[in-house]
């Protein structure tokens, strides 16, 4: 089973920023946080992942929250392009055994 | 080519067929997955080679064989599928020990069992 919880579907406007909630409440101290996101018709893709402090690339923003179970990734201003599936997984440090949940599927609005 | 790939891309074969699935790596990656994702459900994990060995099976039925003869190529070898293996397999790879434990995603092969 998944362990991480996420609502089923979101709604955003463009331009606007989106924040896409993920419950972990057995998180282990050594689990790493990732976020993955499934186009439509593409495999899932990378979009950013973290330990204990917040992190920042170019796709996104991630929060993770001081007892660490739970995270928001955030996007700053949603786009067309960002409509997907998002996935929040937990991972040891090696990174191999991801166990997908249903994860959130993201509408954007223009 | 690029990142990661798989052929074919469709594929539709009925129960007492025998197939395989390919898919190359072009990142220089030393670990390989395999994962199954069937209409409304979450994607499984059904294999993980890493270094070319296999390390985990998660309880895939036996008509599903991987095989992974170098770092760069993974097949899963189909034999007697069911309807209910209809779903989209998608392959992946990453580097071990990697700073991000990044995983590639090809964009898959949509198997139909009649």
């Known amino acids: 089973d998944a362990k991480t919880t996420q609502p089923n579907s979101m709604e955003s406007n463009e331009e606007e920023p989106v924040h896409l909630p993920c419950n972990h409440s057995t998180i282990s101290g050594t689990d790493y946080i990732h976020w993955y996101r499934q186009l439509p018709s593409q495999g899932p893709e990378y979009v950013i992942h973290?330990?204990?402090s917040n992190v920042n690339n170019r796709m996104a923003s991630l929060a993770i929250a001081e007892d660490r179970k739970s995270s928001t990734l955030i996007l700053h201003r949603a786009t067309l392009r960002d409509a997907a599936v998002y996935y929040c997984i937990l991972t040891d440090n090696y990174g191999q055994n991801f166990v997908f949940g249903p994860g959130t599927r993201l509408s954007v609005l223009p | 080519e690029t990142g990661v790939t798989q052929t074919p891309r469709h594929l539709v074969m009925g129960m007492t067929n025998k197939k395989s699935l390919k898919c190359e790596q072009h990142l220089g990656h030393n670990a390989m997955y395999w994962y199954k994702q069937s209409a409304k459900k979450p994607l499984e994990l059904m294999f993980v080679?890493?270094?070319?060995?296999?390390?985990e099976n998660n309880s895939v039925p036996s008509r599903f064989s991987p095989e992974c003869p170098n770092s760069s190529h993974l097949f899963l070898h189909l034999h007697t599928l069911q309807p209910e293996d209809s779903a989209l397999y998608l392959c992946?790879?990453?580097?071990?020990?990697?700073?991000?434990?990044?995983?590639?995603f090809g964009p898959g092969t949509r198997l139909t069992v009649l």
């Open positions: 973290g330990l204990t």
């Open positions: 080679y890493s270094l070319e060995e296999r390390v």
């Open positions: 992946a790879s990453s580097q071990v020990g990697d700073r991000n434990n990044e995983q590639f």
